[in-house]
């Protein structure tokens, strides 16, 4: 039997795995680590001889990126708009491109870089996939983004796909090192959603064709939503949320209207903002700004396309508040210059909507399955956002700390994903 490839497509980091058959899983390596960022990166000169422009993607399109100093095209968090109606294509440099088809040009390239490390992957792959997708407001919009990132992974060469829901991967992850039998809660917090199941896992399940899964549930909040409020927080007012214009003829002054901000919350949406008419606006708005230097350091954020390094200084900030009790925000790129003490009270104070939409999920998991909370063994959590204290304090309080296992959180699912590949090609 061939390798088995597990394939993990996340919104913001990407993961591969290939099992045997037996052992651990491999996870793929690129440029020293184990995860590919989801990114893809083009710029105008850089086109093929017909004149095709070239995409850059993962670490290749980070570095692209920081060398051409803003100039550009930065497109991110793919996975998010994958049930969305209303995102078909883009336009980039003039040429329109497919959704799917830039999905595909990073999974080629995760591919590629893959294959350099582990070797000829084959045209079969298990993928995972959300419970509930990003924007998805009912089982059409879920089909939908199936059917999409199925065309997107056949043109990365991926043609016999087989998807599992990401929460259950990371079961399996978790189960590798189980002695005996275990009714587990599996929390996976991805960068869009996240996703639980409750399955029973241990020596009996182990390689089976098909899993029982008792319950699955999730909500389209994580990482990202928590990145969006200290943006509403501490980066939007300086630069112009809440301050106001000059109307024409001094007819008094209305607020810098509040959807802009709402693109800047989203890294995936900031490149709108770059659009001609969204540009002539902003420009516009600064003319007749009460704060016009609050609309300057906008403007050069929008136009240098400085999004990645806001994103990377916010990460920064988040990890430090997981480690600490407050943490120094900094942001400064002339005419920006951001810096704030933000208090990890503050911050759970800010994202107590979303925790209580994942503590809601939990109470909903379990209705289902008639299940208290005192009969789970285990509760496995996984993902970048479940080291968020606020996050793993809500299943402490509910399951206790000696029931709560976590690790590998950026690889357990497509180490989990490469695992039930290899048990469904042995079935």
């Not at 004149?51 to 670490?59: C, I, M, S």
């Not at 870089?113 to 992957?121: I, K, V, W």
Request: overall charge negative; hydrophobic content about 45%.
């Amino acid at each position: 039997m061939s390798e088995a490839v597990g394939l993990d497509f996340g919104t913001t980091n990407s993961a591969l795995a290939v099992a045997g058959a037996s052992g651990p899983p491999r996870l793929a390596r690129f440029g020293g680590v184990e995860t590919f960022r989801s990114i893809l990166y083009f710029h105008p000169e850089a086109r093929e001889a017909g004149g095709r422009l070239v995409p850059f993607a993962g670490p290749a399109a980070i570095s692209r990126y920081l060398e051409a100093t803003g100039e550009g095209r930065l497109v991110q968090s793919l996975k998010s708009f994958l049930a969305s109606r209303l995102f078909v294509s883009t336009s980039v440099f003039g040429t329109v491109v497919a959704l799917e088809t830039l999905i595909a040009q990073l999974l080629r390239s995760l591919r590629r870089e893959a294959e350099a490390d582990l070797g000829p992957l084959g045209s079969r792959v298990v993928v995972g996939r959300p419970v509930h997708f990003a924007n998805a407001a009912g089982p059409d919009d879920e089909a939908l983004a199936l059917r999409r990132l199925r065309t997107a992974l056949a043109q990365a060469g991926f043609r016999d796909v087989v998807f599992e829901y990401e929460p259950v991967a990371a079961a399996h992850h978790y189960e590798q090192g189980l002695a005996r039998d275990e009714l587990v809660l599996i929390g996976d917090f991805g960068g869009g959603t996240s996703d639980f199941s409750l399955l029973r896992l241990g020596p009996s399940f182990r390689g089976a064709a098909e899993r029982e899964i008792l319950a699955t549930g999730g909500v389209a909040l994580a990482g990202d939503a928590f990145d969006a409020k200290i943006v509403r927080h501490r980066v939007a007012p300086a630069l112009g949320r809440g301050s106001e214009f000059r109307t024409l003829f001094g007819a008094g002054a209305l607020p810098v209207p509040s959807w802009i901000y709402g693109h800047l919350e989203r890294w995936h949406h900031l490149g709108m903002l770059k659009q001609r008419k969204n540009l002539g606006l902003l420009l516009d708005l600064r003319r007749d700004a009460l704060d016009p230097e609050k609309l300057d350091a906008l403007l050069h954020l929008v136009e240098s396309d400085l999004g990645h390094h806001l994103y990377r200084a916010i990460e920064t900030t988040k990890l430090a508040l997981s480690a600490g009790e407050s943490a120094l925000f900094r942001f400064v790129d002339s005419p920006i210059d951001l810096f704030a003490e933000i208090s990890r009270r503050e911050f759970e104070t800010w994202i107590d909507e979303e925790v209580r939409a994942v503590d809601a999920c939990i109470d909903d998991l379990l209705a289902r399955t008639a299940m208290r909370s005192d009969e789970i063994d285990r509760v496995f959590l996984t993902g970048g956002s479940s080291l968020v204290p606020a996050v793993r304090r809500l299943f402490v309080a509910r399951f206790g700390e000696d029931r709560l296992r976590s690790g590998a959180e950026l690889t357990s699912v497509a180490s989990g994903l490469a695992l039930r590949a290899r048990e469904i090609g042995g079935n």
